[in-house]
């Protein structure tokens, strides 16, 4: 029998989400894998009512926390390993407003139990997104697909397997100001791609917070594009976030060796063309 490539299209972590099924696993595949989404955005979300956002509550008034919901749990792990691959550039309890980093946070895996040394609120975005897709591609592989592609937004992504015509799925990377620039072409194959920038549409959105550079707690203010391309989703966040909160010393650190998989673009020194515009009278 033979079955036809299915996609589901909807809303989830603050952004536009397209799961592509290209073979195996059927429709019920799909909604196991959007379940899968909507799940790490019921946990994670800090934009209402959840485990996270009870969590930033207790953290705030000075009280230590147990962390009960699974997925939280995982997310803690998950940032506090990013936190020291990176020494310290990938952060989600920075905040340039309180001055705050994760270093000021306590973390007992064995206890299950979160407290901060001063008040603070943790934001689980970028992360959340790495996590959803690893969650979502993990389902559809058990359900026997083989061949999809995962989209949160434009700037998370991942792959299962190879593209449904043989070999790497194409990407083009477009400079976030100009889409018709384009920054870098790569082929992925059972990977993930994060992109992180300071500057374009995206760092506009009223819920979107600036990268900020934990060292110094000050927002990073030079226009800054990184793309990461890692084994699975949340791996690819924390690397392009790292990336371009990282001075020049530290991005070439993370950068040295890895030429075909991790790239940082200065955006200040490419020129983008002058393009004629035509205004209706």
Do not use: Y
């Amino acid at each position: 029998m033979t079955i036809e490539p299915g996609v589901v299209r909807f809303a989830a972590m603050g952004t536009r989400v397209e799961l592509h099924r290209f073979d195996g696993g059927g429709d019920d595949a799909l909604a196991a894998a959007r379940r899968a989404i909507e799940a790490v955005d019921d946990a994670l979300t800090i934009h209402r009512p959840s485990p996270a956002t009870a969590l930033n509550e207790a953290l705030l008034s000075g009280r230590s926390a147990p962390v009960d919901d699974a997925l939280l749990f995982d997310a803690l792990e998950a940032a506090a390993d990013g936190h020291a691959e990176t020494a310290g550039l990938f952060d989600i309890a920075a905040d340039v407003r309180t001055g705050t980093t994760w270093t000021m946070v306590a973390f007992d895996p064995l206890s299950r139990r979160v407290r901060a040394d001063r008040p603070l609120a943790l934001d689980f975005g970028g992360l959340g997104k790495g996590i959803a897709l690893d969650r979502a591609t993990r389902v559809l592989r058990d359900a026997g697909v083989s061949s999809a592609l995962l989209t949160l937004g434009e700037s998370s992504i991942a792959v299962l397997g190879e593209h449904p015509l043989g070999g790497g799925w194409p990407f083009a990377i477009p400079h976030p100001e100009d889409p018709e620039v384009e920054l870098l072409a790569l082929e992925l194959a059972d990977k993930a791609l994060s992109i992180s920038a300071t500057v374009g549409a995206g760092t506009r959105a009223p819920e979107r917070a600036a990268i900020i550079r934990p060292h110094t707690r000050v927002p990073v203010g030079a226009p800054l594009c990184a793309v990461a391309v890692e084994s699975n989703g949340t791996r690819a966040e924390i690397m392009s976030t790292a990336l371009v909160a990282a001075d020049k010393d530290a991005a070439e650190r993370l950068l040295h060796g890895r030429s075909s998989s991790r790239f940082r673009f200065d955006l200040s020194s490419i020129d983008l063309p002058q393009r004629t515009r035509t205004f209706a009278a």
